[in-house]
Nanobody, 122 residues
Framework: QVQLVESGGGLAQAGGSLRLSCAAS????????MGWFRQAPGLEREFVAA????????TYAGSVEGRFTISRDNAKDTVYLQMNSLKPEDTAVYYC???????????????WGQGTQVTVSS
């Protein structure tokens, strides 16, 4: 089992940047594929980005590709989401998730964090 804790959310202006972190504890972090999702009020949770176990393989939702970058540091048991050129429509609660198999862009991840709020003002 792995526990996930997100941080780094907050308020940003349109065009600005935020960096989210997700710290993992429990079983070996490098054993998991990691993903980021987001959920805006009244909407379903949607896939944002995913990264392979060694940080080489990545995939993104079309709405964030070119603006967001997912990365991981297995020595620090942490996955990151660098968000640039933020837009008001990026406003949502952002969640990180861990899976033992490669499942993006589905939500079939095994473990989820509690989420961190990101609000982008226009």
């Amino acid at each position: 089992q792995v526990q996930l804790v997100e941080s780094g959310g907050g308020l940003a202006q349109a065009g600005g940047s935020l960096r989210l972190s997700c710290a993992a504890s429990g079983r070996t972090f490098s054993s998991y594929y990691m993903g980021w999702f987001r959920q805006a009020p009244g909407l379903e949770r949607e896939f944002v980005a995913a990264i392979g176990k060694r940080g080489i393989m990545t995939t993104y939702a079309g709405s964030v590709e070119g603006r967001f970058t997912i990365s991981r540091d297995n020595a620090k048991d942490t996955v990151y989401l660098q968000m640039n050129s933020l837009k008001p429509e990026d406003t949502a609660v952002y969640y990180c998730a861990a899976a033992t198999v490669w499942v993006p862009p589905t939500t079939r991840y095994d473990y989820w964090g509690q989420g961190t709020q990101v609000t982008v003002s226009s």
